[in-house]
């Protein structure tokens, strides 16, 4: 066997040694390359982001208050600085690795990447890893708790809260209204053919009427007296009298608390509330005073004109009517629509009165002269419109099926004054009197309150355990009950009454 002289020995573990430190250097140059240009990848990466940030948040395109946008922008830009430290520790854990296995490996010292599994090296790696994770955690949640104590501080809250729940219709509500003279009253229209009194308080039918031979598509009570105006598909309209006496309010549990079977059927509950003792002990109404005939269609909506010596009418037969209450005659038949009218409404102190359509357009009928009559149209929406109320000043509120709700002045409705979009149709709206706040009901069983302006201020609660468990077809308020303010119907067979409580600094904004 051959034998190495002694110098031969020598000059090869010198040229082996040169190796390994040239080897060491090019890793650590290449290292160093790596590293800065990660860091101006990284440095151009923050650019972008940072001019992403800038482009969705930017003022013209933002809804966002400036103080707010701007903490929002601070916020982002402090977390973005911290995982930019954290990248660089990152990056010089790794190069310190790197460089201990050079180290190890000049030495004779192979180490495979297996056994990076166990020893010292793994323990410092671990160890560094898990403090690397643990201030990645404490970062983002200190971060994120930043931003919602900021949303928390610049944002007024409002109160919603279910009072109340109407239970006793074997179908569909399509309308309900508050009685404008005492005793307050609740008053519901249903698909089930009948209208029932509700004491607001309590929850208890106080009276049913049953005259109508169709469903019944408004409700509507007289200013001054106790008598009720329903809408039916029967093609009538019906005034009746009647005479209730509210029971004795009792202490009641927050039904909003009480808890209930998320895997219950609602269909079937709905049918259980409605065999309860409760409605089919209240007495009923048969024979209306008035019967109000001359529509070829279904009657879906009907009003008192201010004084409640008129009334007016709209049909399916695209016609609105006005009649007089005493005669029961026909006063005028108000013709234009294309299409069926969904809705009509008269003004609070004087005599207009505004028809909604299918074919979009909603109309302004003038009865302030009683030699003429004039009629204005409008053109604001691009689908069905389901309801224009009119407000205590001088605007028109209109909602439409395709998802927008606009407001309108009286002076000038050549364009709305303030428009809000929505995901979902709008049914039947009403306006509060002494906060005018919009309530909109909607097909997704949601229920909104927006401001005149616009500007969104709340949505009523719903979940399973409370608020509607189907379409929401009409709200109505009452400026005259301190524990429901509010009230909304739906396809679920039940009215809701809610207390609404809007911060006095949420409505200035």
Not at 21 to 28: D, K, N
């Amino acid at each position: 066997m051959p034998v190495e002289s002694g110098s031969s020995a020598s000059s090869r573990q010198a040229k082996q040694k040169r190796k390994s430190h040239s080897l060491s250097i090019r890793r650590t140059n290449s290292t160093e390359q790596e590293r800065t240009g990660l860091q101006r990848e990284m440095l151009e990466g923050q650019s972008k982001s940072a001019d992403n940030l800038h482009h969705y948040l930017k003022p013209e395109d933002s809804k966002l208050p400036l103080s707010l946008r701007s903490n929002l922008l601070d916020l982002f830009g402090q977390i973005e600085r911290e995982f930019e430290n954290l990248y660089i520790e990152n990056i010089e854990l790794r190069r310190e690795i790197e460089t201990l296995n050079d180290r190890l490996t000049a030495e004779g010292q192979t180490i495979d990447g297996g056994d990076l599994t166990k020893g010292a090296l793994k323990a410092k790696a671990s160890h560094s890893t898990s403090q690397l994770s643990q201030k990645l955690k404490t970062t983002y949640k200190a971060s994120t708790s930043k931003i919602v104590s900021s949303f928390k501080a610049t944002t007024s809250r409002a109160v919603c809260q279910l009072v109340k729940e109407y239970v006793g219709h074997r179908d569909g509500i399509w309308d309900l209204s508050v009685t404008r003279t005492q005793p307050v009253v609740l008053g519901t229209a249903s698909a089930d053919h009948s209208a029932m009194l509700w004491s607001i308080e309590t929850g208890k039918c106080l009276l049913k009427y049953l005259g109508h031979a169709g469903s019944v598509n408004s409700i509507k009570f007289h200013p001054t007296e106790q008598m009720a105006l329903t809408a039916s598909g029967d093609q009538t309209a019906h005034i009746w009298r009647y005479t209730v006496q509210l029971p004795t309010p009792q202490p009641v549990a927050d039904i909003s608390q009480t808890p209930c079977d998320d895997d219950i059927d609602f269909s079937d509950k709905d049918e259980a509330d409605g065999d309860g003792d409760g409605p089919n002990e209240c007495p009923s109404i048969r024979v209306s005073s008035t019967t109000l005939r001359s529509h070829q269609g279904v009657v879906i909506a009907a009003d008192w004109l201010v004084g409640g010596k008129q009334v007016v009418t709209a049909s399916w037969d695209r016609a609105a009517n006005l009649y007089d209450v005493e005669t029961s005659e026909l006063v005028h038949s108000l013709t234009g629509h294309d299409q069926e009218l969904t809705h009509c409404c008269t003004h609070p102190t004087q005599r207009l009165v505004v028809t909604s359509s299918r074919d979009t357009t909603f109309r302004l009928w003038d009865f302030r002269d009683p030699s003429i009559h004039s009629v204005n149209v409008f053109q604001g929406h691009t689908d069905t419109v389901t309801s224009a109320v009119f407000t205590v000043g001088d605007n028109v509120v209109s909602g439409s099926d395709d998802r927008t709700v606009k407001v309108w002045d009286l002076k000038n409705m050549r364009s709305p004054i303030a428009t809000i979009r929505t995901d979902s149709a709008v049914n039947r709206i009403s306006v509060s009197v002494n906060q005018r706040i919009i309530a909109l009901p909607h097909d997704n069983r949601q229920v909104r309150l927006f401001d005149m302006s616009g500007v969104r201020l709340a949505r009523l609660p719903r979940s399973n355990r409370q608020g509607h468990r189907r379409m929401v077809c009409c709200s109505a308020w009452c400026e005259d009950n301190s524990s429901c303010n509010l009230f909304s119907c739906g396809f679920d067979r039940q009215a809701i009454g809610w207390n609404i409580n809007i911060p006095a600094l949420l409505q200035e904004k």
